[in-house]
């Protein structure tokens, strides 16, 4: 199961276990439950704190539990967990035996803290770059406290309990046997939910917070990169973000990105994070802004100050803020769409791709994005329907080219998307309009996966600052916008092209502007 390089890794990993662990496998004769015992006797052989035992009897055949010696409490895989996940498993081991893990230790002890018994499920896939996040987050609350399970499915090896909970997006996770979110969660994120009281403690420890000279509001990279810049000057800076690294990490493979041949955006986000945390930045993860006021007046006793409201109702002053809050996945805005979203309507292919196995789905958009989902999904799913609006595709020749190679994908141009319909439970089709012929039409399928661009997140500031008609922030040659102290970088703002590249820059030159602007007051 393991290559020779990822035994010796783990070999250094289970070095550094602290006490024994034991393996509890749930096995039956499939081919799954072979492979499985095969993987476990792979990592028993690479440690002698590590001990096997195959009398779990578990309902979900195959799947095994990470627990301490002498102990049935622990993390559960009803997975093989290899591919995305194999970090997952690495620090499922670590942890169980006593290998501390690396967050905060007011975490920690919100987590030891909780007292309710809370049973875990969360369903993933060996492809998903956002399901090790929910993962590692239930692991982590599993190991630290004995009222907490957490049982980690593979929707690919437990298909029928995937179509019977109409499971249709990943991570998909379930409480007490309830669902309780769909999509990517920190720790942070599961503490404020299941915490009752947790989200009004924060928000008073953040009214506290001293003003700063510069808040970024935003912690993509044009929002990292602003706080670098900043923190370097030497100047009391904060960062403010909803989720750090924004829309880069549902992003897989990134092959522009300057002196980086190819990497994926969760380990790009990885290192922005790293960066920052080098300087001394305050670093506010898990906070949506909902308003921006402007420099309040001289007598006031925040004079001169920004102020950002928070969503958990907190509010941040600062003498300059850099907003850079990026965008979003642009929805088609058509009947059935949001009924059916998360229910056969999803917008990320390499998560829920292998959910569709062997079905029928459709990819609406015919621009890189949309171009390279069908050419991924196509190797996984029976069939895939491409439709662009426009009269032609706009991806790159090499990815056309590709496209048309395959024998399962059927395209369709000048043709736009009006319905997607359901059963009332999961999506069975769409409806487009032929815009040549004016003919409707109805295409019989199982999922529709939306790729057709982004849309700026500056609803919040309507009525605050100068928007252009698409809702990006305007923004001159110093990345100053139309409010004084307030500036702007990356794909909220009018800078024509949306790379990662361009937006770094962005970022720089927007906290090197801040900067100019306070010491000119």
Same mark, same amino acid.
């Given at each position: 199961?393991?290559?020779?390089?990822?035994?010796?890794?783990?070999?250094?990993?289970?070095?550094?276990?602290?006490?024994?662990?034991?393996?509890?496998?749930?096995?039956?004769?499939?081919?799954?439950?072979?492979?499985?015992?095969?993987?476990?006797?792979?990592?028993?052989?690479?440690?002698?704190?590590?001990?096997?035992?195959?009398?779990?009897?578990?309902?979900?055949?195959?799947?095994?539990?990470?627990?301490?010696?002498?102990?049935?409490?622990?993390?559960?895989?009803?997975?093989?967990?290899?591919?995305?996940?194999?970090?997952?498993?690495?620090?499922?081991?670590?942890?169980?035996?006593?290998?501390?893990?690396?967050?905060?230790?007011?975490?920690?002890?919100?987590?030891?803290?909780?007292?309710?018994?809370?049973?875990?499920?969360?369903?993933?896939?060996?492809?998903?770059?956002?399901?090790?996040?929910?993962?590692?987050?239930?692991?982590?609350?599993?190991?630290?406290?004995?009222?907490?399970?957490?049982?980690?499915?593979?929707?690919?090896?437990?298909?029928?309990?995937?179509?019977?909970?109409?499971?249709?997006?990943?991570?998909?996770?379930?409480?007490?046997?309830?669902?309780?979110?769909?999509?990517?969660?920190?720790?942070?994120?599961?503490?404020?939910?299941?915490?009752?009281?947790?989200?009004?403690?924060?928000?008073?420890?953040?009214?506290?917070?001293?003003?700063?000279?510069?808040?970024?509001?935003?912690?993509?990279?044009?929002?990292?990169?602003?706080?670098?810049?900043?923190?370097? =000057?030497?100047?009391?800076?904060?960062?403010?973000?909803?989720?750090?690294?924004?829309?880069?990490?549902?992003?897989?493979?990134?092959?522009?990105?300057?002196?980086?041949?190819?990497?994926?955006?969760?380990?790009?986000?990885?290192?922005?994070?790293?960066?920052?945390?080098?300087?001394?930045?305050?670093?506010?993860?898990?906070?949506?802004?909902?308003?921006?006021?402007?420099?309040?007046?001289?007598?006031?006793?925040?004079?001169?100050?920004?102020?950002?409201?928070?969503?958990?109702?907190?509010?941040?002053?600062?003498?300059?803020?850099?907003?850079?809050?990026?965008?979003?996945?642009?929805?088609?805005?058509?009947?059935?769409?949001?009924?059916?979203?998360?229910?056969?309507?999803?917008?990320?292919?390499?998560?829920?791709?292998?959910?569709?196995?062997? /079905?029928?789905?459709?990819?609406?958009?015919?621009?890189?994005?949309?171009?390279?989902?069908?050419?991924?999904?196509?190797?996984?799913?029976?069939?895939?329907?491409?439709?662009?609006?426009?009269?032609?595709?706009?991806?790159?020749?090499?990815?056309?080219? /590709?496209?048309?190679?395959?024998?399962?994908?059927?395209?369709?141009?000048?043709?736009?998307?009006?319905?997607?319909?359901?059963?009332?439970?999961?999506?069975?089709?769409?409806?487009?309009?032929?815009?040549?012929?004016?003919?409707? =039409?109805?295409?019989?399928?199982?999922?529709?996966?939306?790729?057709?661009?982004?849309?700026?997140?500056?609803?919040?500031?309507?009525?605050?600052?100068?928007?252009?008609?698409?809702?990006?922030?305007?923004?001159?040659?110093?990345?100053?916008?139309?409010?004084?102290?307030?500036?702007?970088?990356?794909?909220?703002?009018?800078?024509?092209?949306?790379?990662?590249?361009?937006?770094?820059?962005?970022?720089?030159?927007?906290?090197?502007?801040?900067?100019?602007?306070?010491?000119?007051?």
């Amino acid at each position: 199961m393991l290559d020779d390089t990822l035994k010796t890794q783990l070999q250094t990993y289970l070095g550094m276990l602290r006490q024994p662990i034991r393996l509890i496998a749930s096995l039956d004769n499939s081919d799954n439950a072979a492979k499985m015992r095969e993987l476990l006797q792979e990592i028993t052989a690479l440690s002698d704190k590590v001990s096997l035992d195959e009398s779990g009897n578990d309902a979900r055949k195959p799947s095994f539990v990470i627990a301490k010696e002498g102990e049935t409490h622990g993390v559960r895989f009803a997975a093989i967990p290899l591919g995305h996940e194999f970090t997952s498993l690495v620090l499922a081991l670590l942890w169980t035996g006593g290998h501390p893990p690396k967050v905060e230790q007011d975490v920690l002890d919100q987590i030891k803290a909780l007292d309710s018994d809370l049973n875990f499920e969360v369903y993933m896939s060996l492809s998903c770059h956002n399901c090790p996040d929910v993962v590692q987050a239930t692991t982590l609350m599993t190991v630290f406290n004995p009222r907490i399970n957490v049982t980690v499915i593979d929707g690919a090896l437990y298909q029928d309990e995937v179509n019977e909970r109409n499971i249709m997006a990943v991570p998909a996770t379930f409480l007490n046997g309830e669902m309780f979110a769909s999509g990517r969660m920190l720790v942070e994120e599961f503490l404020a939910k299941v915490d009752t009281g947790a989200v009004a403690k924060e928000a008073e420890k953040l009214n506290a917070r001293e003003p700063f000279d510069v808040l970024v509001v935003g912690g993509g990279p044009a929002g990292a990169s602003a706080a670098i810049y900043a923190a370097r =000057k030497g100047i009391r800076t904060g960062i403010v973000a909803d989720r750090f690294g924004g829309q880069v990490n549902d992003t897989l493979a990134i092959e522009n990105f300057i002196s980086v041949k190819e990497t994926e955006g969760p380990k790009l986000v990885a290192a922005l994070e790293e960066h920052v945390k080098t300087y001394d930045v305050d670093i506010m993860p898990l906070q949506r802004a909902v308003g921006l006021a402007e420099p309040a007046k001289a007598g006031n006793k925040h004079a001169g100050l920004i102020e950002v409201k928070l969503e958990s109702g907190a509010t941040l002053r600062s003498k300059s803020v850099i907003l850079a809050t990026g965008a979003r996945w642009k929805n088609l805005n058509v009947p059935g769409e949001a009924e059916y979203k998360n229910k056969g309507v999803a917008y990320c292919p390499h998560c829920d791709g292998p959910l569709f196995k062997g /079905k029928h789905v459709a990819v609406i958009g015919g621009g890189n994005s949309g171009v390279e989902a069908a050419i991924d999904l196509a190797g996984v799913v029976g069939h895939v329907t491409l439709l662009q609006f426009d009269t032609e595709l706009k991806a790159d020749a090499v990815l056309q080219r /590709k496209l048309r190679s395959l024998g399962n994908v059927t395209i369709l141009t000048s043709a736009q998307t009006t319905e997607i319909t359901g059963d009332g439970t999961r999506v069975n089709g769409l409806t487009y309009t032929d815009r040549v012929s004016g003919d409707s =039409k109805h295409v019989a399928l199982e999922g529709v996966f939306i790729q057709i661009g982004l849309v700026p997140n500056s609803d919040w500031l309507k009525g605050t600052l100068d928007l252009s008609k698409y809702g990006e922030i305007e923004i001159n040659n110093h990345n100053a916008t139309s409010l004084p102290g307030v500036f702007a970088a990356g794909d909220v703002t009018t800078v024509p092209y949306k790379q990662i590249v361009i937006a770094m820059g962005e970022g720089a030159n927007a906290a090197l502007g801040a900067f100019d602007y306070l010491i000119r007051q």
